[in-house]
């Protein structure tokens, strides 16, 4: 019940319009507790003041307004919070009818397409059989959708430990990380690679890297006097290799006219400063003249102090004979010079990696990558002189030692994954040459050159129809040559070329259509692999390991 004064209840003063009701009957509560307790303030306020029994709110008026204003504390307004809902912004499609619940977007309607903002870095809710809590340390420069957290991982502890990447191989994240176009290019090797050790087909992460690669590469381009930067660089030719993996001629040619104007546009190939993005554009280069069997774009620069495996050491006796015979039976002696220095260089190269394979703590050669790119080179280059397309017999040993030693590079050197595109349309071409030559001329002018080269091509056939029919014609071979079982011809070209990651477990297939077609199943074995040495460092699918 209010408190009213009889000698103030009849005064006309009212207060101002702006007032409200509602504070105004805050304040009417306030005064009539503070009336009714605080004596010290008001001594005379029982003697002065009387219950009046009335109905209604009526406000005080004059002198009493005054008072209760004086002491009456407003309460203080509270600032609306801003919504947290434009600090996340999750990639999120809902579908219609969908019972999923997000905390944050519980008010949108359905279908409605959340837009994340990419260049910020956003709190991700990582659920778990706990609840859903905010990861604080979340630092990629791009969105999880696409498992892009996983493949950076994968990445890390898989494919840079293998030789696919340029060397040095650890420092590649750390300059992915600062362009979010380079890293989705680097995210989807990491996942065609995933994606091809569980024998899957390009899968959908696959395909979202690509594609986003794409989108943040043309917002760069687009960009006002845009100067092509070294990340810009490497976008392109991670675009490229992609293109080169599927075999894709035209593709590869439209994307290396673009790789070409970007290097052109930083005075060079030469301009560029030696580091993983200059490697890398070479190597694509050399990827992609290979498919299309044209001369590379860029000249290959050569680094200070850079190791040539194919002077480490004198030739092996059996080398020299080699290079004899080469110039005696084809009258050609700087080819057969040249041949005998990129079979030299792989041979080194091999025996460097066959003793670093299997020590317990990978060890990383820092120009391993740079070695290998130049014997490729000198290897594709065997294929383009017009005296070897003119298809004489004589002159065939040639081209097929390159495409084997193309095969050996890019399998047992380079460890591309199995089963590509890229492997089916080099086998194509590398069966097709063999077609069209005399085998039995061929093996009796040069034994276990030939021996290597059926090897090569089947090893490089897994996974297409190619395989087997280069395991019949390398089983006639062993055959006229007395070879049964794979330790016999381990033995036969012990002294030419041999690695045991020819019997790796990832080649078991090959080697039993060799048994078959010697009609002795059983009689080779692949080797087990130590504890410390994963099937992914082969980069096979599964199903090799099965067959």
């Known amino acids: 019940m209010p408190l009213r004064s009889p000698t103030l209840s009849d005064e006309s003063e009212s207060l101002p319009e702006g007032d409200s009701d509602e504070p105004l009957q805050h304040l009417e509560f306030i005064a009539e507790e503070f009336h009714a307790n605080d004596t010290d303030i008001l001594p005379d306020a029982r003697g002065s003041l009387q219950f009046v029994p009335e109905t209604g709110t009526a406000r005080p008026r004059g002198t009493l307004r005054d008072l209760i204003r004086s002491n009456a504390r407003r309460k203080p307004r509270r600032r609306t919070k801003k919504s947290t809902q434009s600090k996340l912004h999750p990639l999120l499609v809902r579908e219609k009818g969908s019972t999923a619940t997000d905390p944050f977007h519980a008010n949108e309607p359905p279908n409605s397409l959340v837009q994340r903002q990419p260049d910020i870095t956003e709190l991700r809710l990582s659920p778990s ?24 991982y994968h990445y890390q502890t898989v494919f840079a430990e293998s030789d696919c990447p340029v060397n040095p191989r650890k420092d590649w994240i750390p300059f992915a990380m600062q362009d979010p176009a380079l890293l989705h290019a680097t995210l989807l090797f990491s996942a065609w690679q995933l994606a091809t050790l569980h024998g899957n087909l390009p899968t959908p992460e696959v395909m979202y890297h690509k594609e986003e690669s794409i989108r943040w590469l043309n917002k760069s381009l687009l960009k006002p006097n845009h100067i092509p930067t070294d990340s810009t660089i490497a976008v392109v030719a991670c675009l490229t290799k992609v293109e080169c993996l599927a075999a894709n001629l035209s593709g590869i040619k439209l994307h290396m006219d673009g790789l070409e104007t970007l290097v052109g546009s930083r005075g060079g190939i030469e301009a560029l400063p030696d580091s993983n993005p200059r490697r890398l554009a070479t190597w694509v280069d050399s990827e992609a003249a290979i498919v299309m069997e044209t001369p590379p774009r860029f000249n290959l620069p050569t680094r200070e102090n850079e190791e040539r495996p194919e002077n480490w050491g004198l030739y092996s006796s059996l080398a020299m004979l080699y290079e004899a015979r080469l110039f005696h039976l084809t009258g050609l002696q700087d080819l057969s010079r040249e041949t005998m220095q990129v079979y030299w260089g792989i041979h080194n190269l091999t025996g460097m990696k066959d003793a670093a394979i299997h020590l317990t703590k990978k060890v990383e050669f820092e120009t391993w990558s740079c070695m290998v790119e130049r014997l490729e080179r000198r290897a594709s280059a065997l294929l383009l002189p017009e005296v070897v397309k003119s298809g004489k017999p004589k002159l065939a040993i040639f081209a097929l030692f390159a495409r084997a030693a193309i095969f050996h590079i890019y399998m047992f050197m380079r460890d591309l994954p199995r089963g590509l595109p890229f492997y089916r349309t080099l086998s194509d071409r590398f069966r097709a040459s063999i077609e069209a030559m005399d ?41 006229k040559a007395g070879l049964q079982g794979g330790s016999a011809i381990s033995y036969a070209l012990a002294e030419f070329l041999w690695t045991e990651l020819y019997r790796a477990p990832v080649t078991i297939g090959f080697w039993n259509d060799v048994a078959r077609a010697q009609g002795i199943e059983g009689a080779y074995h692949v080797k087990a692999l130590t504890d410390h040495i994963s099937v992914a460092v082969f980069n096979a699918p599964p199903n090799m390991l099965e067959e």
């Open 129 to 152: 059989p706990e609840g859903s809590a905010t990861d604080p340390f979340y630092t990629l420069p791009i969105s999880d959708a696409g498992r892009s957290q996983f493949l950076t």
């Open 439 to 479: 085998l039995t001329y061929l093996h009796k002018e040069y034994p276990e050159m030939m021996l290597w080269i059926l090897l090569m091509g089947g090893l490089g056939s897994s996974g297409t129809p190619n395989r087997c029919w280069f395991a019949e014609r390398f089983a006639e071979i062993c055959k």
